[in-house]
């Protein structure tokens, strides 16, 4: 039987870990482990604590404020590839699974012919909850899966070599798979890029992306900045790196959206984006 661990990363969110948790212990198949990354976040272990599925906190130390999530994450991997998992599901810690996630994830892993991919399920970007919260059977008839990424049917598998589509909400890999991609670069720090920086790696590493119908996760709401004004300086430090590696820049819609703010402009000289001196303005839109 394929051991499965599910690893998601929290600072916060306890709600929302506390509804994935909830999910997790109604679904078709429970995990073999699951691991929650704590990045500075002491108060994990009571939110998880006493229901199933059993949980392990693995702390994750943040320096300067700055989210690890590309480190988080292999700490997590490591963890649980230490513990014998033959097979890993990362969930973002505001995505609740769906029934049938790790039974499909599993299943698909069994093919040979997607053995060595990178298995995405679809996501969906639920409403806002109502008073009493989000209650779990009502969760697939409240938003459809996200129309920038490929919906295959329940049964269905889709191969691509699209790698610019991964993300990290929901993605499920072998030990074998994990290993031939050599995990997240962790040079990447904050927010943006390291996952797009992680499809690229698996592309390097010749494998591909298999979407997954049957295996969704939704997406609990939750306030959100459009572009992501506060990481500004993450996402370009982030951006600029990805750019020296691959050739190419990430996170295009939130760099030119940045730009049409006034926040970055892009230089000829040194042919990058680099961020704007602050005006007065300004000093109050980036709090």
């Not at 394929?2 to 948790?21: E, K």
């Not at 590839?81 to 049938?100: I, T």
């Not at 819609?253 to 001196?277: K, M």
């Amino acid at each position: 039987m394929t051991r499965i661990a599910v690893i998601t990363l929290a600072a916060g969110r306890h709600r929302h870990l506390a509804l994935q948790q909830a999910a997790l212990a109604a679904g078709s198949r429970a995990p073999h482990q699951y691991v929650v990354v704590a990045m500075d976040d002491a108060g994990l272990g009571a939110v998880l604590a006493g229901r199933p599925p059993a949980a392990t906190v693995v702390d994750c130390p943040v320096r300067d404020g700055v989210l690890p999530l590309a480190r988080a994450r292999n700490l997590g991997a490591v963890h649980a590839l230490d513990r014998g998992a033959d097979l890993l599901v990362f969930l973002d810690v505001d995505c609740a699974p769906g029934e049938r996630l790790l039974e499909r994830y599993a299943q698909v892993a069994r093919d040979p012919a997607h053995r060595r991919s990178l298995l995405c399920g679809t996501v969906a970007y639920l409403p806002p909850p109502p008073p009493a919260g989000y209650r779990l059977a009502d969760l697939p008839a409240l938003a459809a899966p996200h129309p920038a990424r490929p919906s295959p049917a329940p049964d269905e598998t889709r191969r691509s070599a699209d790698h610019p589509l991964f993300w990290s909400l929901s993605f499920a890999l072998t030990a074998e798979t994990w290993h031939a991609v050599g995990g997240f670069g962790e040079e990447y720090e904050g927010y943006g890029g390291e996952d797009t920086d992680y499809g690229q790696r698996a592309r390097a590493a010749g494998v591909p992306l298999t979407w997954v119908g049957g295996a969704p996760a939704f997406h609990q709401h939750h306030p959100v900045s459009s572009p992501p004004v506060r990481h500004l300086d993450d996402i370009l430090r982030n951006a600029r790196l990805f750019h020296r590696r691959w050739g190419w820049w990430p996170m295009t819609g939130w760099l030119d959206a940045f730009a049409e703010r006034g926040l970055i402009r892009w230089n000829r000289s040194t042919t990058s984006w680099e961020r704007t001196p602050p005006t007065g303005a300004d000093v109050g839109t980036l709090r």
